[in-house]
Nanobody
């Protein structure tokens, strides 16, 4: 089971990025997939998650009106569309898989498998 993130980079405040989490070795449709981030010098925090079988989504309050999580089952990929980015969104972003995820939650401890992360930097 492998997760690979991509799509990070440097963007100006107010800009947008789309992160991808490509799964291999399993069908991600049966897993809850979460996006987490770790800002420099801070603890990891949950950002967004999508439950298995296109079930409910869940967002951190800080991103709920700016970020959108979605799946493309044909490509076994989960996306995180990030709009109106702010400097405080700067972090390494990770995706993770929870095989028990009929209803996803933003607690890292329930996720078994993690990607290596992709850096997002929001700066002018």
């Amino acid at each position: 089971l492998q997760l690979v993130e991509s799509g990070g980079g440097l963007v100006q405040p107010g800009g947008s990025l789309r992160l991808s989490c490509e799964a291999s070795g399993f069908s991600s449709d049966y897993y809850a997939i979460g996006w987490f981030r770790q800002p420099p010098g801070k603890e990891r925090e949950g950002v967004a998650c999508i439950s298995s079988r296109d079930g409910p989504t869940n967002y951190a309050d800080s991103v709920a009106d700016r970020f959108t999580i979605s799946r493309d089952n044909a490509w076994n990929t989960v996306y995180l569309e990030m709009d109106s980015l702010k400097p405080e969104d700067t972090a390494v972003y990770y995706c993770a898989a929870d095989p028990r995820g009929s209803i996803c939650i933003l607690e890292g401890i329930v996720y078994d498998d993690w990607g290596q992360g992709t850096q997002v930097t929001v700066s002018s």
